[in-house]
């Protein structure tokens, strides 16, 4: 893919990316308030506007830094953190279970809508390869971002479910330890295609599929 094709697919991956990024870290907070914490709505952090949620390094640098290094096939970032005090959920172990499910379901809820997005353009004849290109991205930016939160491993969201899930234990305490050095392991098993072929592809086509069987009414309906 020569630069020219990279920065054109960039501009049409801007916005899906951005609302990939945004609104599940607006998803999260609500649900951290619903649950007993309010520190993100206090911080005027619980809003849309992709300004008050841009993280220079993570929502700019490394999404656009890893589509050039990888030839467009790994594209992932994330938002400025969520204020977030877990002691302030009313049952904190239960709890954290739901605000960390909430953000990887908001990306597959996205998914699921940018899919819609593309049978509609279909069944209305638009073949317009800016905004089938840009449902497409679509889908599989959300799908990425999806898969890869649920990587269970902390500070991902899947390694607090994980947390969650498991009783007050060794193993609990060992996930509490690496937390602060998870996001480096992480990205090493980016890097080093381990986390994409054991985890990543095997969570993505699975939910693909899922994502198939919800738009077989969509379909039957636009025929």
Do not use: C
Request: hydrophobic fraction near 55%; charged fraction near 10%.
């Amino acid at each position: 893919m020569d630069i020219t094709s990279q920065i054109q697919t960039v501009l049409i991956l801007a916005l899906p990316v951005l609302f990939a990024i945004t609104v599940p870290a607006v998803v999260r907070g609500r649900t951290a308030a619903r649950f007993g914490d309010h520190t993100a709505a206090v911080m005027g952090r619980l809003t849309l506007n992709p300004i008050k949620h841009i993280d220079p390094i993570g929502t700019l640098l490394i999404p656009i830094v890893l589509y050039f290094a990888t030839s467009g096939a790994l594209l992932f970032g994330y938002a400025k953190p969520i204020p977030f005090d877990p002691d302030n959920l009313r049952n904190p172990k239960r709890d954290l279970i739901w605000v960390s499910l909430s953000a990887p379901a908001a990306n597959f809820a996205m998914a699921l809508a940018w899919a819609i997005f593309f049978v509609v353009l279909r069944a209305m004849d638009i073949s317009e390869p800016f905004f089938v290109q840009m449902a497409q991205g679509g889908v599989l930016v959300n799908l990425v971002m999806w898969a890869f939160n649920l990587f269970p491993l902390p500070p991902l969201d899947g390694g607090r479910i994980l947390a969650g899930l498991l009783p007050d234990g060794p193993v609990q305490n060992f996930l509490a330890r690496i937390e602060p050095y998870g996001f480096f392991i992480v990205m090493a098993l980016v890097l080093t295609g381990v986390l994409r072929t054991f985890w990543l592809n095997p969570l993505m086509t699975a939910g693909s599929e899922i994502i198939k069987i919800f738009l077989i009414p969509f379909a039957a309906l636009m025929l």
